[in-house]
């Protein structure tokens, strides 16, 4: 079981990217797959998730319109459209499994446990730099 993230890079503010995260050893409609960030000096934190379903949920905070999950199943990939991008999304940029299958709160919100993530990718960096 392996996931790959890529598509960072190098972005102006109000730019966008596309970030990957590619699965192999196992298939989307097994488990969900959820996107992360950690920005140099604070804690990792949740943006949004994919159920095997295709339903997705996004954060409280990450909700707004600027990023946009979504999987093509034939190619096995998770995608992560980030529009409007400003300085502070700046970071490194992560994919994982969510075991349970991206649970959510009485809001519609993303609601992670870290103890139910498994695989996780390796981490692509994003720099939002003028």
């Known amino acids: 079981v392996q996931l790959q993230a890529s598509g960072g890079g190098l972005v102006r503010p109000g730019g966008s990217l596309r970030l990957s995260c590619v699965a192999s050893g196992f298939t989307l409609d097994m488990d969900g797959i959820g996107w992360f960030r950690q920005a140099p000096g604070k804690e990792r934190e949740a943006i949004s998730c994919i159920n095997t379903d295709g339903a997705t949920y996004y954060t409280e905070s990450m909700k707004g319109g600027r990023f946009t999950i979504s999987r093509d199943i034939a190619k096995n990939t998770v995608y992560l459209q980030m529009n409007n991008l400003k300085f502070e999304d700046t970071a490194v940029y992560y994919c994982?499994?969510?075991?349970?299958?991206?649970?959510?709160?009485?809001?519609?919100?993303?609601?992670?446990?870290?103890?139910?993530?498994?695989?996780w990718g390796q981490g692509t960096l994003v720099t939002v730099s003028s």
């Open positions: 994982a499994m969510d075991l349970t299958n991206c649970p959510y709160d009485y809001s519609g919100n993303y609601y992670y446990n870290l103890k139910n993530l498994g695989a």
